[in-house]
């Protein structure tokens, strides 16, 4: 059902779109055709803008906030990329905002990106109708109770207004059991500024904010890249282009397309893809051919390969697939062992690398894609740990020394994934083969069981020697689940290969720069923030290092006179205030909405260790005071209550070990003097005003969280909000040897 309405005036997923669109694809994924009506986006998140007066679709352009989801059996947890509102921008019809039974509601926040002004329409598609009324409430700014509400049922006819004005749109209704939010589109006749994000320049290459990495476009590196080679959903087409777009003005010329949960590249790779997946693949293949960046087709058929039978279906399918621009070929034949018959060993692998110089040759002879097209294949034995885990492993790898000199071998290297690599954990696979391998690096891969633990990784590319590249003929990393956040790993990657290194570590900035969406270094620094909180990889948990040690340090003080306890606090506060409202400062920054949509259950997380660490401090100070802390305790105990539901993972739990430390510590009266919350209630909050409030009883040094461009001098915040809306306010204040902290939710008004 779809109601059209016209107006006047503990989850961390992407956002998936199906690859296919057969009935095929629909079984194994459970996902369908449909694609989710006009877009304010081209596909690629580039900004398609209409004349001044006609209605154009904002809703990439809106922060997205509801009612809780369903929790998705068996896990006590939504599945974000299944019932997570953001899902309502996808193109996928069976994914939705799916709201627990009872009063659900739907905020569209327009203020931050700068797409508020008149509406002319809104339409959403609902899984089935819902029980009674739904109510739009439109408002200068989300958490403004002035504004128009209207109200529709059965029959859901359409209500037409006058073009209203405003900057949020709230729809609330009562959810029954099963019913789903599928789709929303929200019409704006209001001509189009060009946001502090610039979606242009995100993801259409306008901008070049990577530091001259851009002059390189699409050729320093043509045997480096990115592989959508992991388990799990495939990326979006949007997520497709974009990368495509990174790869270039980073000069890497390499993407490979073989998701291995694209049913039609591995279990069913013999069906040809369908009419409409073909013309997306067709539109990919173009955009990455214009950007010098060669889009390689992967496809794995040796899980059931019946040999001469095959060959003519695996030649026309990949042929097909060249004919729509498809650069190259890749044949993969990694983690099939428990597919086939056989063994691994010395047969095997002569029949793969037959198979793959026969189609190479094939493919050259047919003159389609150049006299020698990229061609890759990745072995069943494509590690040092996979060489050893089969007797016949040696004479399969031996086997590949046979391959065509212009195919290359794809190699993850000592293990399938690993914190450190140099030039010589490749002499001896490189020996064997005669040739250099390309490394299929799954440094940030986190497809292994993370339906379970969420592991957001975004550690930037280290632990690889300024000698690897020596080694290797190329470095192709298989990123993460999450299409948008890979982008900010990746142009890690594109740091080291511009300037190899041990450490790598200034790729962070360059890759928030180049892929953010946003403009300005407050932007810049918000992204990079995230990235240090999750700084993590396959074989290491994400988490904040600095504050692991800041943790660490406290804890092996606790006892000392406060004279060695006050130095840690000072290093720990404002980490701490930033962490518990770092939603806040992302959701008011221009960073673009498919990294905030991939960040809204992870920094849930975030917020709730914060809140348990400030409220872990003030119980250490209630009880440097000689007081039991009583009050804290609790609030320290609700937080770590919130923290320990959410899945995703910060760290082994340095916060925690903290609260129980303190909790461990006898009352020791050292003269400090509490610092309390002033009287009053907070003062009224207006877009463009100054806002003055001081929210502590002392505060001779203190720090904000969560209002963008705050400051605090002599213990008064003032703040002057760029746009209505919702504020989460951290605080906290050192007085001698005394601290405190307050949170607080400010609503900023329209002026």
């Not at 998705?72 to 997570?84: G, L, V, Y």
């Not at 859901?156 to 599928?182: I, K, P, Q």
């Not at 039978?309 to 070929?329: C, Q």
Request: charged fraction near 20%.
């Amino acid at each position: 059902m779809v109601v059209a309405l016209f107006l006047a005036g503990c989850g961390g997923g992407k956002v998936d779109q199906c690859a296919l669109t057969d009935a095929d694809c629909r079984d194994a994924l459970g996902r369908g055709d449909w694609d989710g009506g006009d877009s304010p986006t081209d596909g690629a998140g580039e900004l398609v803008v209409s004349p001044p007066g006609e209605p154009w679709n904002v809703l990439n352009l809106a922060r997205l906030t509801s009612s809780e989801p369903i929790p998705m059996a068996p896990f006590p947890w939504p599945r974000e990329a299944e019932t997570a509102v953001p899902t309502v921008r996808d193109d996928w019809p069976t994914t939705g905002f799916e709201p627990l039974p009872g009063p659900a509601w739907v905020d569209l926040d327009l203020q931050p990106l700068g797409a508020s002004g008149r509406l002319h329409r809104i339409e959403a598609t609902f899984s089935k109708p819902p029980a009674g009324a739904v109510s739009v409430h439109l408002s200068p700014g989300c958490g403004e109770p002035e504004g128009e509400t209207f109200s529709w049922g059965p029959p859901f006819e359409a209500l037409e207004l006058a073009d209203f004005a405003a900057g949020c749109v709230r729809l609330e209704w009562t959810a029954s059991a099963g019913e789903r939010l599928e789709a929303l589109r929200l019409e704006s006749v209001e001509p189009h500024q060009d946001r502090a994000g610039g979606e242009a320049d995100r993801a259409g290459g306008e901008a070049d904010r990577a530091g001259g990495e851009a002059d390189r476009a699409g050729g320093a590196f043509p045997l480096s890249g990115v592989v959508e080679g992991f388990y799990g959903v495939p990326w979006s087409w949007g997520e497709r282009a974009a990368m495509v777009d990174l790869l270039s003005r980073s000069g890497m010329g390499l993407y490979i397309y073989a998701p291995k949960d694209d049913p039609l590249h591995r279990m069913q790779w013999r069906v040809p893809y369908p009419e409409d997946a073909r013309a997306r693949f067709q539109e990919l293949a173009a955009r990455a051919s214009g950007a010098g960046v060669t889009l390689v087709f992967g496809i794995s058929p040796f899980v059931d390969w019946k040999g001469e039978e095959d060959y003519p279906v695996l030649l026309d399918k990949v042929s097909a697939m060249v004919g729509l621009g498809f650069g190259g070929v890749a044949l993969l034949a990694d983690d099939i062992e428990f597919e086939i018959a056989g063994e691994v060993d010395g047969p095997l692998g002569s029949e793969h690398t037959e198979v793959a110089n026969r189609l190479l040759a094939d493919l050259s002879a047919g003159g389609a894609v150049g006299e020698t097209p990229p061609f890759f294949l990745v072995p069943t034995v494509y590690s040092d740990e996979r060489l050893a885990l089969w007797e016949g492993a040696p004479d399969y790898l031996a086997e590949m020394a046979s391959l065509e000199a212009g195919i290359e071998v794809m190699w993850t290297g000592p293990n399938t994934s690993d914190s450190d690599l140099s030039a010589a954990d490749f002499e001896a696979v490189n020996g064997v083969i005669g040739r250099k391998v390309v490394l299929w690096d799954n440094f940030w891969a986190n497809d292994g069981g993370d339906g379970f633990t969420g592991r957001i990784l975004l550690a930037p590319y280290t632990g690889r020697n300024a000698d690897l590249m020596d080694g290797v003929a190329g470095v192709v990393a298989n990123p993460s689940i999450q299409g948008a956040l890979s982008r900010l790993s990746v142009g890690t990657l594109a740091h080291y290969l511009a300037a190899p290194a041990p450490d790598g570590i200034g790729g962070t900035a360059m890759a928030v720069g180049m892929e953010s969406g946003a403009n300005g270094t407050g932007d810049e620094d918000s992204l990079e923030f995230v990235m240090r909180l999750f700084e993590g990889h396959a074989n290491l948990l994400p988490g904040h290092r600095e504050l692991e040690n800041y943790l660490a340090e406290l804890q092996g003080n606790l006892g000392k006179p406060a004279s060695a306890i006050m130095p840690v606090v000072v290093k720990l506060l404002p980490l701490l205030v930033r962490m518990a409202a770092v939603e806040s400062e992302l959701a008011h920054s221009g960073v673009a909405s498919d990294l905030t949509d991939e960040l809204v259950y992870p920094l849930r997380k975030i917020r709730y260790e914060g809140e348990m660490g400030l409220y872990a401090l003030m119980l250490l100070n209630s009880r440097m005071r000689g007081e039991s802390g009583k009050e804290q305790a609790e609030l320290a105990a609700a937080a770590r209550k919130a923290s320990a539901e959410c899945r995703f993972v910060f760290g082994q739990d340095p916060v925690s070990s903290l609260v129980d430390a303190v909790s461990a510590l006898g009352e020791s009266a050292l003269g400090s003097k509490p610092l309390v919350a002033t009287d009053g209630e907070i003062p009224s909050c207006e877009a463009g005003e100054t806002w003055a409030f001081k929210p502590l009883s002392g505060c001779a040094q203190g720090w904000i969280g969560g209002m963008p461009g705050a400051t605090l001098e002599a213990g008064e915040i003032r703040f002057v909000p760029s746009h209505p809306g919702r504020y989460r306010l951290t605080v906290a204040c050192i007085d001698g040897n005394a601290w405190g902290a307050r949170i607080e939710e400010v609503v900023c008004r329209s002026h």
